[in-house]
């Protein structure tokens, strides 16, 4: 009897493992993956489309110290493309930006009083070493006051699609920082935003001005006291944290905001950026971001999720009135690329839509059609799990193209299309007739 109960036992075990292997796996698995980051907030996307790839915290607001530079990035480039400023324009240094300057314990390059300095220099000096008087510096210039500039982030940030934010001055300091001169905000108040508009400032930042990463990738500033000032993301070639492709972005950190890093890289033409926020150390910072980057790169790479011409099933034709044809073939006028995680390419299902506009109420298509005339439009969605989306409205359009005409359809001439008339006009009374005689019966 023992010996008996082991045998059942043994082929009961089999069972359990036997039928294991044919556990459900889901397609899109989009739970947060277990990375192991000591940061409260962060995000990785596709650095082209803006597609969300991972998130932790993405909507918790948190302090962004000189993370919120990249704003004032912004707006200066933008200036620059309005031709409202030059780089190569003079900007005379006052007293408080001078004081400022020679603050302790803040980054900063040396700003002489009453000596000029070019857009350039002061872009430079923000931008790789964050140089917080050459910030304030630019913001005056920009919108004759820290105060006017400030309403300017705001207004800005709202422009690019951010929800979750609050600029108080454009620096990212702690107002107790800014010499009794703090432009808005509570005396101890400073910058906060959510890992998600972060990014999005950070995906606009490096769409809408490439340059940007002409400076941020600078591993030095050799400025014209003849200091060397290193650039404080330890991943650019040659620093501590050396990372193969990074090119960017900003770091930032006070007591408030913790260590936070906003970083990008590029590898044989594919783009990430990165956000983490409040982390533990300035080491940590990269550490985590390092993690990021390498989840990115091990897992997601850009797929044809359906060919160009791709015919959907079910809907490969409409039907045409009026036409030498009674129908017409469809398709899409392009491929549709998108950014997955390795072997999600088949996890995303085709949805067709078609312009009512065009169609009359039987959802027909009136001829003449010339062929890639535009129909309608297909997009994809996740057949299983949730769908992360992405950080603009323009992004979502990546995953969107046309469906056309794959070929054209002549409208057919009034003879075709009276004896048509005639034969519909008999067919209806044949019709009738049979019904009758089949109700004597």
Do not use: C
Not at 99 to 123: F, H, I
């Amino acid at each position: 009897m023992k010996r008996l109960s082991q045998i059942t036992l043994l082929f009961a075990m089999l069972f359990v493992l036997s039928v294991s292997q044919f556990a459900y796996h889901p397609g899109i698995a989009h739970a947060e993956a277990d990375l192991g980051l000591k940061a409260e907030a962060a995000m990785i996307v596709d650095g082209k489309t803006g597609k969300i790839l991972y998130e932790k915290n993405a909507d918790k607001v948190l302090g962004v110290a000189s993370m919120s530079k990249m704003m004032t990035e912004y707006i200066v480039l933008e200036a620059i493309k309005d031709n409202k400023i030059s780089w190569d324009q003079k900007v005379k240094i006052n007293e408080y930006v001078h004081k400022l300057s020679a603050a302790p314990g803040l980054s900063n390059v040396g700003l002489t009083q009453g000596e000029d300095y070019t857009v350039k220099e002061l872009y430079e000096a923000m931008s790789i070493f964050s140089g917080n008087a050459a910030t304030v510096a630019l913001a005056e210039l920009i919108s004759g006051s820290e105060k006017n500039f400030v309403g300017l982030m705001n207004q800005k940030a709202k422009e690019l699609g951010m929800k979750n934010f609050k600029f108080v001055n454009a620096s990212g300091l702690n107002n107790s920082n800014l010499l009794g001169n703090h432009p808005t905000g509570e005396p101890n108040e400073e910058n906060v935003m959510t890992a998600r508009d972060i990014v999005t400032l950070a995906y606009h930042l490096i769409n809408d001005y490439p340059e940007v990463l002409d400076f941020a990738k600078t591993p030095k500033l050799k400025f014209r006291d003849g200091r060397d000032y290193p650039n404080f993301n330890w991943m650019l070639p040659g620093l501590i944290y050396e990372y193969e492709g990074v090119d960017g972005l900003k770091t930032g950190s006070t007591d408030f905001a913790g260590y936070g890093h906003t970083g990008t890289a590029i590898r044989n033409g594919q783009r990430f950026i990165t956000v983490v926020m409040k982390s533990t150390s300035k080491d940590e910072r990269f550490a985590d971001s390092i993690k990021l980057l390498d989840y990115a790169f091990a897992n997601f790479g850009k797929e044809e999720i359906l060919p160009e011409h791709y015919q959907v099933k079910g809907n490969k034709t409409l039907p045409v009135i009026k036409g030498k044809e009674d129908s017409v073939k469809i398709h899409t006028k392009e491929s549709i690329d998108l950014v997955v995680k390795k072997g999600e390419k088949d996890s995303y299902k085709p949805v067709i839509v078609l312009d009512k506009d065009k169609q009359n109420k039987e959802g027909e298509l009136t001829a003449p059609i010339k062929k890639g005339e535009k129909v309608g439009y297909l997009t994809i969605k996740p057949e299983k799990g949730e769908d992360y989306g992405f950080v603009t409205k323009k992004g979502s359009e990546s995953i969107k193209v046309d469906i056309v005409a794959a070929e054209s359809v002549e409208k057919a001439n009034w003879f075709v299309l009276s004896m048509r008339a005639v034969g519909g006009f008999f067919g209806d009374v044949w019709g009738s007739i049979s019904s009758t005689v089949k109700g004597w019966f």
